[in-house]
């Protein structure tokens, strides 16, 4: 079966830069997508189709994929950006399979 | 406004059955492919099934294959998965979620199964 590996945690100071990777074979091959999820709540989209952003989701948020690593990549981290981010993938024959997650702290 | 209301989690014995329903509303349904994704206590999400707009498509992962059934009603704008033969490991929060565009843009609030005796 298809596998996403992600770094378990990124620290990030306020203001600083924040890059997530999600690994898998031939990634770039594939779309890929970004969720947030805070405690307590559901996933939110923040990224789809590898680099566009859904309505309402701030600029500072920014992906890319090329050959086998996704990147998300979050420019001027906030406070309320700290939460646990996965990456998403979709292939004809596995639907969407999910990356093992990342918990962002920002110091 | 698009909303979706999973219903029907609980406690449940191993080897029992449960099944779930997702009601949804202000979106066409019948023009989007839908998915459950779990969510076991502290762990990451998993894409257990998915089913086309038509119904003419459907996902299930290995781990679920055989025990679970996906379906969907358009003229009732719902979306259900039959859960049997249910196993500790099956214990999570269940989310319901529309698919666009190859990412899930819009999750439910989750209902939680546990499977225990």
């Known amino acids: 079966s298809y596998e996403l590996t992600q770094p378990p945690s990124v620290s990030v100071s306020p203001g600083q830069t924040a890059s997530i990777t999600c690994s898998g074979d031939?990634?770039?091959?594939?779309?890929v997508c970004w969720y947030q999820q805070k405690p307590g709540q559901s996933p939110v989209l923040v990224i789809y189709?590898?680099?566009k952003r859904p309505s309402g989701i701030p600029e500072r948020f920014s992906g890319s994929n090329s050959g086998n690593t996704a990147t998300l990549t979050i420019s001027g981290t906030q406070a309320m950006d700290e939460a646990d981010y996965y990456c998403?993938?979709?292939?004809?024959?596995?639907?969407?399979?999910f990356g093992t997650g990342t918990k962002v702290t920002v110091l | 406004e698009v909303q979706l209301v999973e219903s029907g989690g609980g406690l449940v014995k191993p080897g029992g059955s449960l099944r779930l329903s997702c009601a949804a509303s202000?979106?066409?349904?019948?023009?989007?492919?839908m998915n459950w994704v779990r969510q076991a206590p502290g762990k990451g999400l998993e894409c257990v099934s998915s089913?086309?707009?038509?119904?003419?498509?459907?996902y299930y992962a290995d781990s679920v294959k055989g025990r679970f059934t996906i379906s969907r009603d358009n003229a009732k704008n719902s979306l259900y998965l039959q859960m049997n033969s249910l196993r500790a490991e099956d214990t999570a929060v269940y989310y319901c979620?529309?698919?666009?565009?190859?990412?899930?843009?819009?999750w439910g609030q989750g209902t939680l199964v546990t499977v225990s005796s």
């Open positions: 031939k990634l770039g091959h594939k779309y």
């Open positions: 998403q993938a979709w292939d004809s024959s596995t639907a969407g399979v």
């Open positions: 202000g979106f066409t349904f019948s023009s989007y492919s």
């Open positions: 089913i086309s707009s038509s119904s003419s498509y459907i």
């Open positions: 979620a529309r698919e666009y565009q190859q990412g899930c843009d819009y």
């Open positions: 189709q590898d680099r």
